[in-house]
Antibody, heavy 118, light 107 residues
Framework: EVQLVESGGGLVQPGGSLRLSCAASGFTFSSYWMHWVRQAPGRGLVWVSRINSDGTSTSYADSVKGRFTISRDNAKNTVYLQMNSLRAEDTAVYYC???????????WGQGTLVTVSS | EIVLTQSPATLSLSPGERATLSCRASQSVSSYLAWYQQKPGQAPRLLIYDASNRATGIPARFSGSGSGTDFTLTISSLEPEDFAVYYCQQRSNWLGTFGQGTKVEIK
């Protein structure tokens, strides 16, 4: 069974940093691209970042470019999102999702809440 | 940047009725368009990929159509569990833009 479990969320002050983790199981992690998607309270889904299967290629939404870094450790079956210079508008539930080459983002974790507030 | 516009924002229908949701792209995304369902407090669930293919385990009452810039998700006869928010997403480039969502609510 495919499972994605996010962790690392919490309360952080504006300007602070946080690293999210997403532990994957139930599939060959090193064969799949991975995404981070966020959802502010009461708002819609917003794509944040993606990383290819071996970690050599990444993309970011303009709103986080230069502040967030996606990475992965295929030996640990884990994808990360390092978030720096956090702003109030980064407050959201952050989901990691698996990307299947045929079907797209087919499995999602349950999300981890990041709150940026003083 | 490709912008996806969903309409209507809210659809008020009764169980058993047909739901038709629209997603329009600002430029062609070919057939690289997916639909997701999200219920409160839950992660999104993939319904349709590549415009018209049902994901594993999705009931036949869900169908998708379209290509290029205009896409439709149809729920042929609404079941009580179908009342939720629906999002479209494009993957024609690596910036996986979402639409703003359509809420299907009970009338």
């Amino acid at each position: 069974e495919v499972q994605l479990v996010e962790s690392g969320g919490g309360l952080v002050q504006p300007g602070g940093s946080l690293r999210l983790s997403c532990a994957a199981s139930g599939f060959t992690f090193s064969s799949y691209w991975m995404h981070w998607v966020r959802q502010a309270p009461g708002r819609g889904l917003v794509w944040v970042s993606r990383i290819n299967s071996d970690g050599t290629s990444t993309s970011y939404a303009d709103s986080v470019k230069g502040r967030f870094t996606i990475s992965r450790d295929n030996a640990k079956n884990t994808v990360y999102l390092q978030m720096n210079s956090l702003r109030a508008e980064d407050t959201a539930v952050y989901y990691c999702a698996r990307d299947d080459i045929l079907t797209g983002t087919d499995y999602w974790g349950q999300g981890t809440l990041v709150t940026v507030s003083s | 940047e490709i912008v996806l516009t969903q309409s209507p924002a809210t659809l008020s229908l009764s169980p058993g009725e047909r739901a038709t949701l629209s997603c329009r792209a600002s430029q062609s995304v070919s057939s690289y368009l997916a639909w997701y369902q999200q219920k409160p407090g839950q992660a999104p669930r993939l319904l349709i990929y590549d415009a018209s293919n049902r994901a594993t385990g999705i009931p036949a009452r869900f169908s998708g159509s379209g290509s290029g810039t205009d896409f439709t998700l149809t729920i042929s006869s609404l079941e009580p569990e179908d009342f939720a928010v629906y999002y479209c997403q494009q993957r024609s480039n690596w910036l996986g833009t979402f639409g703003q969502g359509t809420k299907v609510e009970i009338k």
